[in-house]
């Protein structure tokens, strides 16, 4: 974890560094790097959650850090997995009537969208998650890509604070 202050002064590689585990997209991170220095941890807050909606192709390269809802993360990117286990951690029990249909659920969105279901698990339960897939899966794909650059954007800043102190 590093200061607010040390982050304004980063280089360029040690702030990409910092930021792409938090949110792989180039256009998000970069922009963040370019809009430094921040006075307060508010403005940098703000201007992580400023972005347009990410293109196909750029959720595609964050899903890749991503592991389904359940499964344990890859460990080739190491910190991803890291910031993923914290986020699964504290799900409740894992119910196994709950997780199968969670990985039916996965395997229908997996069909629909040719993506894996992503989702802001920090705060929420197995059955919220469950309730939220399958609400999802009734979206058109434009709604989806909505909600999937929404729920990014809620990961990435949930990361944010785990990687920078004000």
């Known amino acids: 974890m590093v200061t607010l202050q040390k982050f304004n002064h980063y280089p360029m590689t040690k702030a990409v560094a910092l930021l792409k585990p938090c949110l792989n997209i180039e256009r998000w991170y970069s922009n963040i790097i370019e809009k430094r220095p921040y006075n307060h941890y508010s403005a940098l807050e703000s201007c992580a959650k400023q972005v347009d909606n990410f293109s196909h192709k750029e959720i595609q390269q964050a899903l890749m850090q991503h592991p389904r809802i359940g499964d344990k993360a890859s460990a080739t990117h190491k910190k991803e997995a ?37 989702i802001r698990a920090k705060g929420r339960s197995y059955q919220e998650i469950l309730t939220e897939l399958e609400r999802r899966l009734t979206n058109t794909i434009e709604q989806e890509q909505l909600e999937i650059t929404e729920q990014l954007i809620q990961i990435a800043l949930l990361r944010l604070t785990m990687e920078i102190t004000p």
């Open 82 to 118: 890291n910031f993923s286990t914290q986020e699964q951690g504290n799900l409740g029990h894992k119910d196994t009537d709950i997780m199968a249909q969670i990985y039916h659920g996965n395997l229908l969105y997996e069909e629909r969208f040719d993506q894996i279901f992503l």
